[in-house]
Structures are given as structure tokens and as C-alpha cells.
Nanobody, 127 residues
Framework: QVQLAESGGGLVQTGGSLRLSCAGS????????????MGWFRQAPGKGREFVAG????????SYADSVKGRFTISRDNAKSTVYLQMNNQKPEDTALYYC????????????????WGKGTLVTVSS
């Protein structure tokens, strides 16, 4: 069974930084973590879930939503079965519940294409 656990959310002022972590567990998942494309998504109050950043399996390619390009960086540590999201120069519009998601050999970042999801971690950016 695959479980994803996000951490690192909290309250930050405009212009501040946070680093989110997503640790994966489950024997098969941990063993083959490098074969999973990992993504970060977010859902703001009253809005739908949207793609934020993704990194393909084996760490080949990173992708970002236009709204976070140049401010957010996604990375992964396959030895720790963990993916990170470094968020810099944060804005009030970044306030949302941030989710980690995984899809084995995934090549797209459509929300309905991700197979496994965490429960989310809340990020609040104050103005």
C-alpha cells in the first residue's frame, strides 16, 4: 500500500520561504520510488485543485505552473523516497492546501492522472 505524507506547511509572510516535504512509504513504493513521477498540486479555498510542480521518474524533467516559475523548485531524493518543494518569494495567492501525488512512469500532470495522493499540508501566506 502506498502512503504519501506531506509536511512543512505553515504560516509565512509575503516574500518569505517554506520547504514542503513529501515522504512516501510502502515496501513496493519505497523500492521503486525512482520509477514514480511526483507532483505537487494545490487547492485554494473555493477553487479547484491545480498543478504546481512536477518531476518525472528518475528525476529527468521538471515542470512548473506559470504562476510559480522562478519562485518554486521541485526536487527529489530517491534514497529517502522523498520529494521536496522549495517555495521562495511567496505571495498571498499561494495560500492553499498543498498535496503531493505520485504516478508510476507518469508523463503528464493532469490531476485525474495521478494515482496516489497525500492528505495535504496547509500553506498560508499573509500580506
Amino acid at each position: 500500500q502506498v502512503q504519501l505524507a506531506e509536511s512543512g506547511g505553515g504560516l509565512v509572510q509575503t516574500g518569505g520561504s517554506l520547504r514542503l516535504s513529501c515522504a512516501g512509504s510502502g515496501h513496493f513504493f519505497s523500492t521503486y520510488f525512482s520509477t514514480y513521477s511526483m507532483g505537487w498540486f494545490r487547492q485554494a479555498p473555493g477553487k479547484g485543485r491545480e498543478f504546481v510542480a512536477g518531476i518525472t521518474y528518475r528525476g529527468g524533467t521538471t515542470s512548473y505552473a506559470d504562476s510559480v516559475k522562478g519562485r518554486f523548485t521541485i526536487s527529489r531524493d530517491n534514497a529517502k523516497s522523498t520529494v521536496y518543494l522549495q517555495m521562495n518569494n511567496q505571495k498571498p495567492e499561494d495560500t492553499a492546501l498543498y498535496y503531493c501525488a505520485a504516478d508510476q512512469y507518469g508523463t503528464t500532470w493532469a490531476t485525474d492522472g495521478m494515482k496516489y495522493w497525500g492528505k495535504g499540508t496547509l500553506v498560508t501566506v499573509s500580506s
